[in-house]
């Protein structure tokens, strides 16, 4: 139904910026809904960073507010995470998912996708 691909991550030193990219592939007739941002970094679980709705309302945790802003472009289904000020406690695996809806023949359709994962390396 969907599929995601992300892209931006990289090295960078600590202080430094990226922008991840994350575009939506969908079938025709789906809709999607929240997109979301999470993270893994080795030997820990994954979780969110931050995530956005359809009408742009955003959530962050709390170790990245301030620093990082979501944001999205309904016409491209992309999503965009802007790093700042980045430390090398945000060196992880960073995935992308959005959640998404249709409506078939015999009821609606929902689920959720998620992208490969994209590495970001903070070094000091």
């Known amino acids: 139904q969907v599929q995601l691909a992300e892209s931006g991550g990289g090295l960078v030193q600590v202080g430094g910026s990226l922008r991840l990219s994350c575009a939506a592939t969908?079938?025709?007739?789906?809709?999607?809904?929240?997109m979301e941002w999470h993270r893994q970094a080795p030997g820990h679980q994954r979780g969110l960073v931050a995530s956005?709705?359809?009408?742009?309302?955003?959530n962050y945790v709390d170790s990245v507010k301030g620093r990082f802003t979501i944001s999205r472009d309904n016409a491209k289904n992309t999503v965009y995470l802007q790093m700042n000020n980045l430390k090398p406690d945000d060196t992880a695996v960073y995935y992308c998912?959005?959640?998404?809806?249709?409506?078939?023949?015999?009821?609606?359709?929902?689920?959720?996708?998620w992208g490969q994962g994209t590495q970001v390396t903070v070094s000091s």
């Open positions: 956005i709705s359809p009408d742009s309302r955003t």
């Open positions: 969908t079938e025709s007739g789906v809709r999607i809904n929240v």
């Open positions: 998912n959005a959640d998404y809806f249709k409506y078939a023949d015999d009821g609606p359709v929902v689920g959720r996708a």
